[in-house]
């Protein structure tokens, strides 16, 4: 069975950073990008990058340099968001989410075909003083 | 706001067909890269309903379509359950921006 599991509820003081780990069950994670999506209590999906686990290349949106940190050991099929200086606004659930084949290249068509397909149940960071 | 703008509800009795619209612009949906739609049922993580702006993943049932976007999408679900409640949201890459965007998401609610 495909699934990815992720680590448990996590709390921090504003500033101190957070690391949420992302492990893949049933497949070989450096044969998929793996992206991570947030959700603050009560809004939307954010996204937040992608990282390709077998080159270990990622991509973010502005708003995240500098804050966010994607990387992965591939000998326990587990990839790592790190989310630094944290503040209250950075209260949500973090996803991780099993994007298109690592086969395809971030300049192929086919890896803005394939929507994320496998997500993780989530993990709660709550960020107070 | 959103780079992708929905609806923030609707709602439909059982049996009914709703239709949930995505209007982005020209540097995501308007310039031609395909849009995603996902499901969230309460409490739950997203599930991936449709890729590649038409296709359905391995055991969606087929009362979820939409159509191909120009500037607009829309996800249709014909004959609504009441497992259907929660809410739904559209996801496209915006070349401008270099980042995949989310609309705001959708709350249906059945009646």
């Known amino acids: 069975q495909v699934q990815l599991v992720q680590s448990g509820a996590e709390m921090r003081r504003p500033g101190a950073s957070v690391r949420v780990s992302c492990r893949a069950s049933?497949?070989?994670?450096?044969?998929?990008?793996l992206h991570w999506v947030r959700q603050a209590p009560g809004r939307g999906l954010e996204w937040m990058g992608w990282?390709?686990?077998?080159?270990?290349?990622?991509n973010f949106p502005q708003k995240f340099q500098g804050s966010v940190t994607l990387t992965r050991d591939t000998s326990s099929d587990t990839a790592y968001l790190e989310l630094g200086r944290l503040t209250p606004d950075d209260s949500a659930v973090y996803f991780c989410?099993?994007?298109?084949?690592?086969?395809?290249?971030?300049?192929?068509?086919?890896?803005?075909?394939?929507?994320?397909?496998?997500w993780g149940q989530g993990t709660a960071v709550t960020v107070s003083s | 706001q959103s780079v992708l703008t929905q609806p923030p509800s609707v709602s439909g009795a059982p049996g009914q067909r709703v239709t949930i619209s995505c209007t982005g612009s020209?540097?995501?949906?308007?310039?031609?890269?395909?849009v995603h739609w996902y499901q969230q049922l309460p409490g739950r993580a997203p599930k991936l309903l449709i890729y590649?702006?038409?296709n359905r993943p391995s055991g969606v049932p087929d009362r979820f379509s939409a159509t191909e976007p120009g500037i607009s999408a829309s996800l249709t679900i014909s004959g609504i359950q009441a497992e259907d409640e929660g809410n739904y949201y559209c996801?496209?890459?915006?070349?401008?921006?270099?980042?995949?965007?989310f609309g705001g998401g959708t709350k249906l609610t059945v009646l």
């Open positions: 590649g702006s038409t």
């Open positions: 989410a099993r994007g298109p084949s690592s086969v395809f290249s971030d300049s192929s068509v086919y890896f803005y075909y394939y929507g994320l397909d496998v």
């Open positions: 020209t540097s995501n949906l308007g310039a031609g890269n395909h």
């Open positions: 990282i390709d686990p077998k080159s270990g290349g990622a």
């Open positions: 049933g497949y070989t994670l450096s044969d998929y990008y």
């Open positions: 996801q496209s890459y915006d070349s401008s921006l270099s980042s995949w965007v």
